[in-house]
């Protein structure tokens, strides 16, 4: 049958179930109910635990969608007392039949084995053994499951069939024409058969009298099989259609069509995509009796259907037909799949959602839509993409459909709507294709553009640790230019505002030296662009309050970098403050100075001090690195030139020439302050009062300029006490007054900041 509306409901303002997250919490800490044997690899359930049908259903199904399901993990349902099955689906697993028989021996009501070809050879004794309860049995794309085998399946049991509670078959890809007759006449109860890509012998079925739904996609229709299907006459739904590869030519489509409908009386649904069944188009005239015995002529551009005009079909699948069919007007059915326009497009992704090939087509169709904003019901066509992500993973094709319509409907203002499960469904299912086909150039960038529509890196903390290996694969690869800058702009947005264990995590897998080798690439063809302003960016962030991280980036010849891009781009403004910012990182951090203390670094700091580059943002850095260094003291200054009482005079000079009130150029998306102790520490550096100096000043300018964001921070770290020294010391009068400005400034804040007080009115 057809996949139904509902399957792809977002459910996202629903609560998750307080069974899901036992379930969730199960999967990832198996141990607390489980003991698990080293030597065996096996799991087994601990004593006094018992696990209810719907909590072992749901844990076998969750574990599947994260791990890889294997024998030790079936073990777990050994003891069927206390534990109980009534579903067992299983995708794409290596299980054998000693796992199987594990499962099985609960003798579950649904079974679905695809593609688990270990076990293919034990189906004969597991079916006859355990297969007395199954209603539904899945058994489709088994790519070494043929005839013989699936002939030895059924042995006699005491004249008692195997399959006596069967209701719904699905077999896929089978020859069934040496199929034992017991078989057959086992399936007397049938009412779902899905005998899609079988090759031929249908007809042994013989007349299934149960029979309401058949599926019989991508056969070929010989007049022996169209005879057969005639015969099923309970038939509600029939689906003889064809995927676009596989186009099916009847001689005589309208006769064919004609002859199915007038034996299946019952038909309700019917699916002839990919034919040619729908005829030519020529319009039809029917009469049809009214109430009253008027006669009302009604058209049919569907001949073989013209006997339905006056009961219409609840569904006609028209996907891929001949001459356009599903573009017609006068069509007898009240859903219709097909590409025409959105109603039609939606109806084919629930009805062919099994399909992978067909369903890539499909999305094709519907990204069309998004593209030129023809979509109305949004949220039924979220579900459709983001179940056809999760389920077809490898298809690529599908992932990248599917990722291009996200893109559009996340940057979209709907995207306001999503609630925190729907969010963060989306970003994984991204994440999960962007692993599964990281060398796709086009993937790669449908996926990152999504992912740049959300909140960095609020949105994506769940994910962070899996979402950084990502994008440093990526920003390494050899993608396109546009496709790097996307891959290392998220980088850089997801250093910032992080502690500093993410920070750290940056650094541990290698972002310093992958953006290093960024840099170095551009450096070797003269090139500065945008990837290399982001590529020193993400590094001053990565580097922020991560002394680890500094040190990598000395320890990977950082310096020599930093050198020769202000050799070769001296005037990109963007660039010399990005890589200044970042220097001044590790001229925080008192272990690394020393290596920053030699002559040609320093008189490089000590040009820039003078530079009226980008306002004020680059002789500001250059005096924060100076700064830093000099507060070691005249000791710790080795090197012989500059001096430092020079270089001391010319910081005073630079902050006086300084406006307090300026608004800085500081991109502050990128790098938000989350400590000031490096600053209040040069404060506290008495012996040096030019630092002190460049740090009152930066502070007052900070907490002036931008009150909401550095007034708490200054109080939440003792600030306060520390400006009240220096104002009760003597002396220091410049550094005073801005010491006063940046406690007065606090104070206005947390007055402007506090709730007026409740009055209560006298009586």
Same mark, same amino acid.
């Given at each position: 049958m057809r996949v139904q509306a509902e399957s792809f409901h977002l459910n996202d303002s629903n609560p998750v179930s307080l069974a899901d997250k036992c379930v969730d919490v199960l999967v990832n800490n198996l141990r607390v109910i489980t003991y698990y044997n080293v030597a065996t690899r096996t799991y087994s359930l601990r004593r006094g635990i018992r696990l209810p049908a719907p909590v072992c259903d749901k844990l076998l199904e969750e574990y599947q969608n994260r791990f890889t399901l294997t024998d030790g993990f079936a073990n777990l349902f050994q003891d069927s007392k206390r534990t109980k099955l009534t579903i067992v689906k299983l995708r794409n697993t290596q299980i054998t039949h000693i796992g199987l028989e594990c499962l099985l021996a609960h003798k579950p009501l649904v079974v679905e084995l695809v593609e688990c070809n270990v076990i293919i050879y034990a189906l004969r004794n597991v079916i006859h053994k355990f297969g007395g309860n199954i209603v539904n049995l899945n058994i489709g794309q088994l790519s070494h499951l043929n005839s013989q085998t699936l002939a030895h399946m059924y042995i006699p049991n005491e004249n008692q069939t195997v399959f006596k509670n069967l209701r719904r078959l699905t077999m896929h890809y089978l020859n069934i024409d040496v199929m034992p007759s017991t078989l057959m006449t086992s399936l007397e109860n049938l009412t779902h058969l899905d005998l899609a890509h079988v090759a031929q012998g249908i007809s042994q079925f013989g007349h299934l009298r149960s029979l309401q739904s058949l599926v019989l996609h991508n056969i070929q229709y010989t007049e022996e099989n169209i005879t057969w299907i005639c015969q099923q006459q309970n038939l509600i739904h029939l689906d003889i259609s064809h995927d676009y590869t596989n186009f099916e030519s009847f001689l005589d489509p309208n006769k064919t069509l004609h002859m199915l409908v007038r034996h299946l009386k019952k038909?309700?649904?019917?699916?002839?995509?990919?034919?040619?069944?729908?005829?030519?188009?020529?319009?039809?005239?029917?009469?049809?009796?009214?109430?009253?015995?008027?006669?009302?002529?009604?058209?049919?551009?569907? *001949?073989?259907?013209?006997?339905?005009?006056?009961?219409?079909?609840?569904? &006609?699948?028209?996907?891929?037909?001949?001459?356009?069919?599903?573009?017609?007007?006068?069509?007898?059915?009240?859903?219709?799949?097909?590409?025409?326009?959105?109603?039609?497009?939606?109806?084919?992704?629930?009805?062919?959602?099994?399909?992978?090939?067909?369903?890539?087509?499909?999305?094709?169709?519907?990204?069309? &839509?998004?593209?030129?904003?023809?979509?109305?019901?949004?949220?039924?066509? &979220?579900?459709?993409?983001?179940?056809?992500?999760?389920?077809?993973?490898?298809?690529? $094709?599908?992932?990248?459909?599917?990722?291009?319509?996200? %893109?559009?409907?996340?940057?979209?203002?709907?995207?306001?709507? %999503?609630?925190?499960?729907?969010?963060?469904?989306?970003?994984?299912?991204?994440?999960?294709?962007?692993?599964? /086909?990281?060398?796709?150039?086009?993937?790669?960038?449908? @996926?990152?553009?999504?992912?740049?529509?959300?909140?960095?890196?609020?949105?994506?903390?769940?994910?962070?640790?899996?979402?950084?290996?990502?994008?440093?694969?990526?920003?390494?690869?050899? /993608?396109?230019?546009?496709?790097?800058r996307i891959a290392i702009y998220l980088?850089?947005? &997801?250093?910032?505002?992080? !502690?500093?264990?993410?920070?750290? %995590?940056?650094?541990?897998?290698?972002?310093?030296?992958?953006?290093?080798?960024?840099? @170095? !690439?551009?450096?070797?063809?003269?090139?500065?662009?945008?990837?290399?302003?982001?590529?020193?960016?993400?590094?001053?962030?990565?580097?922020?309050?991560?002394?680890?991280?500094?040190?990598?980036?000395?320890?990977n010849r950082g310096m020599l970098f930093f050198r020769a891009c202000l050799k070769y781009f001296p005037d990109n403004v963007e660039l010399v403050r990005n890589m200044l910012g970042l220097i001044g990182n590790v001229a925080e951090v008192p272990?690394?100075?020393?290596?920053?203390?030699?002559?040609?670094?320093?008189?490089?700091?000590?040009?820039?001090?003078?530079?009226?580059?980008?306002?004020?943002?680059?002789?500001?850095?250059?005096?924060?690195?100076?700064? /830093?260094?000099?507060?070691?003291?005249?000791?710790?200054?080795?090197?012989?030139?500059?001096?430092?009482?020079?270089?001391?005079?010319?910081?005073?000079?630079?902050?006086?020439?300084?406006?307090?009130?300026?608004?800085?150029?500081?991109?502050?998306?990128?790098?938000?302050?989350?400590?000031?102790?490096?600053?209040?520490?040069?404060?506290?550096?008495? $012996?040096?009062?030019?630092?002190?100096?460049?740090?009152?000043?930066?502070?007052?300018?900070?907490?002036?300029?931008?009150?909401?964001?550095?007034?708490?921070?200054?109080?939440?770290?003792?600030?306060?006490?520390?400006?009240?020294?220096?104002?009760?010391? *003597?002396?220091?009068?410049?550094?005073?007054?801005?010491?006063?400005?940046?406690? !007065?400034?606090?104070?206005?804040?947390?007055?402007?900041?506090? *709730?007026?007080?409740?009055?209560v009115q006298d009586n």
């Open positions: 038909l309700m649904s019917l699916d002839i995509s990919g034919s040619n069944l729908a005829g030519a188009g020529a319009g039809t005239a029917t009469i049809v009796e009214d109430g009253d015995s008027n006669q009302i002529v009604h058209t049919c551009d569907i *001949p073989g259907l013209v006997t339905r005009v006056g009961l219409p079909l609840e569904f &006609l699948g028209l996907y891929g037909t001949a001459n356009a069919a599903c573009r017609r007007h006068d069509i007898p059915a009240i859903i219709i799949s097909g590409d025409k326009d959105e109603a039609q497009i939606l109806a084919a992704a629930r009805a062919y959602f099994g399909r992978p090939t067909i369903m890539t087509r499909v999305l094709n169709d519907l990204y069309h &839509l998004f593209r030129d904003e023809r979509v109305t019901n949004i949220q039924l066509a &979220l579900g459709v993409v983001l179940k056809a992500m999760e389920t077809y993973l490898r298809v690529v $094709h599908i992932q990248i459909s599917g990722s291009a319509i996200l %893109f559009y409907i996340v940057k979209s203002d709907k995207r306001a709507l %999503f609630g925190l499960r729907l969010k963060r469904r989306i970003i994984t299912i991204l994440l999960n294709a962007m692993e599964a /086909h990281i060398r796709n150039e086009t993937l790669i960038r449908n @996926a990152s553009l999504t992912l740049c529509q959300f909140k960095m890196p609020v949105d994506v903390l769940y994910e962070y640790e899996r979402i950084v290996q990502l994008l440093l694969i990526v920003s390494e690869t050899r /993608h396109q230019w546009f496709v790097q980088l850089n947005a &997801l250093a910032c505002q992080v !502690e500093g264990r993410q920070k750290q %995590f940056l650094g541990d897998k290698g972002a310093i030296s992958k953006m290093l080798h960024v840099i @170095a !690439e551009r450096l070797e063809r003269r090139v500065c662009d945008e990837v290399m302003e982001v590529a020193w960016s993400t590094m001053w962030n990565v580097t922020d309050e991560t002394p680890q991280n500094c040190q990598r980036f000395l320890d272990f690394l100075r020393p290596q920053l203390m030699y002559t040609g670094l320093l008189t490089v700091f000590y040009d820039l001090l003078n530079s009226e580059s980008d306002g004020i943002e680059v002789s500001y850095n250059a005096a924060g690195v100076l700064a /830093h260094l000099a507060s070691d003291g005249p000791a710790a200054w080795t090197a012989a030139s500059p001096s430092r009482d020079a270089v001391l005079k010319r910081i005073t000079s630079a902050v006086k020439r300084w406006n307090r009130k300026a608004e800085r150029n500081i991109n502050y998306r990128f790098l938000l302050r989350s400590s000031f102790q490096p600053i209040l520490t040069l404060l506290k550096t008495y $012996h040096t009062p030019q630092c002190q100096h460049w740090a009152a000043w930066a502070l007052s300018n900070l907490t002036t300029v931008y009150p909401e964001k550095y007034c708490k921070l200054v109080e939440k770290e003792q600030g306060i006490e520390i400006l009240s020294e220096v104002i009760n010391r *003597p002396g220091l009068y410049a550094i005073k007054e801005l010491a006063r400005n940046v406690i !007065e400034n606090c104070v206005q804040f947390a007055a402007r900041a506090e *709730p007026p007080a409740a009055e």
